[in-house]
């Protein structure tokens, strides 16, 4: 049974972005880490691809921790998935390096416009979704 998903990174640095929106101050790695049920360790590499890429900005000190660079509702999925996996592309032949072994450089099988609406539909559907989408509201 083959499913397509995103890989657990991914996963977990939307969770930890969601927790630092969510937060809506500053907030330690130790807290990320226990709010987002992710390792402090896994925790720790995500949050720097994430100030690295400039989603989150980090603070040293005894009031250190971190914040969101941006508003939550200027980070989307779509953000958080191409600095953990890259840009999406449903299948490599999207990709404009991609020589298909079926048909060459120049010409295109049956199946790669069907593959570009799928890539755009789904890009397109990650943009939509923001992270003040999910702030709590209690």
């Given at each position: 049974?083959?499913t ?31 709010r ?8 720790l590499?995500?949050?720097?691809k ?5 989603i989150?900005v980090?603070?040293?000190g ?5 914040e969101?660079?941006?508003s939550p509702s ?9 600095i953990?996996d890259?840009?999406?592309?449903f ?11 079926r048909?060459?450089k120049?010409k ?10 799928i ?8 943009k939509?979704?923001t992270?003040?989408m999910f702030?709590?509201?209690?």
């Amino acid at each position: 049974f083959l499913t397509m998903q995103m890989n657990l990174e991914c996963d977990y640095a939307i969770r930890i972005v969601d927790v630092i929106a969510n937060a809506n101050t500053r907030i330690d790695a130790k807290t990320i880490s226990e709010r987002s049920c992710v390792s402090l360790r896994f925790s720790l590499k995500i949050l720097h691809k994430l100030v690295t890429n400039g989603i989150v900005v980090s603070f040293m000190g005894t009031n250190g921790g971190y914040e969101l660079a941006k508003s939550p509702s200027d980070i989307s999925l779509y953000d958080i998935v191409c600095i953990i996996d890259g840009e999406y592309h449903f299948n490599r032949c999207i990709d404009d390096n991609y020589i298909c072994s079926r048909h060459g450089k120049d010409k295109q099988c049956q199946f790669h416009n069907i593959y570009c609406q799928i890539t755009n539909y789904t890009v397109e559907k990650l943009k939509s979704y923001t992270f003040d989408m999910f702030l709590d509201t209690k």
